[in-house]
Each structure stands twice: as C-alpha cells, then as structure tokens.
Nanobody, 120 residues
C-alpha cells in the first residue's frame, strides 16, 4: 500500500496564497503521476493539476496561471503553490498518485484531503 499525507491547507483571504504539500510513503517503488484534485460541497471532484515523472504538467482551466505544481521525486513528494486565491477555490484538496509497489503492482492512492477556505 501507498499512503499519501497532505498538509498546508487553511484559511486565506481572497487574493492570498497557500502552498500544499503531499508526501507518499509505504510500499512505494515508483510513482508515475502525482497530482491534486479538489471537491467543493455539492460538486464533483475535479482535477486541479498533475505532474508526471517526466515533469509534464496539466492544469484545470480554472487554475491555469494561478497555481503551480511541482514535485520532488527523491522525496516522493508533490507541491501545489496556489496564488491569487479566489472565492471559487475553496474545497477539500486531495493528493493523488499513480505508481507501482515493490512487487510491481499498480497502486492508485488518494490522501485524506486538506481543506482550503477563502474568506475575508
């Protein structure tokens, strides 16, 4: 099993910044893709951003130009720098990873989520 632990969520004013972190641990052999999804109350979970082991990135349309995803493969960690946070951004942010365990089984993992609130 692969465990993901997120940190960095919280309350921020509109226009403010937050940085989310997520670290993978457990039976990790390789991680192909790491990323962030978010889910607001009453809405479906949506992609925020993901990054591959080749550092190829993809962003949701609503965060392009404001959020930046990065990873530290040596630490099995992924980060999300969120700038110019807007009233549409509050949600629970979930870390996501796709990789393989030591016996080469595919592992798809989710973190428990970290809440982000934007309020003045």
């Amino acid at each position: 099993q692969v465990q993901l632990v997120e940190s960095g969520g919280g309350l921020v004013q509109p226009g403010g910044t937050l940085r989310l972190s997520c670290a993978a641990s457990g039976n990790v052999f390789t991680i192909k893709t790491m990323g962030w999804y978010r889910q607001a109350p009453g809405k479906q979970r949506e992609l925020v951003a993901h990054i591959t082991s080749d550092n190829e990135t993809q962003y949701g349309d609503s965060v392009k130009g404001r959020f930046t995803i990065s990873r530290d493969s040596a630490k099995n960690a992924v980060y999300l720098q969120m700038n110019r946070l807007a009233p549409a951004d509050p949600a629970v942010y979930y870390c996501h990873a796709v990789g393989r365990t030591s016996d080469l089984a595919i592992a798809v993992s989710w973190g428990e989520g970290t809440p982000v609130t934007v309020s003045s």
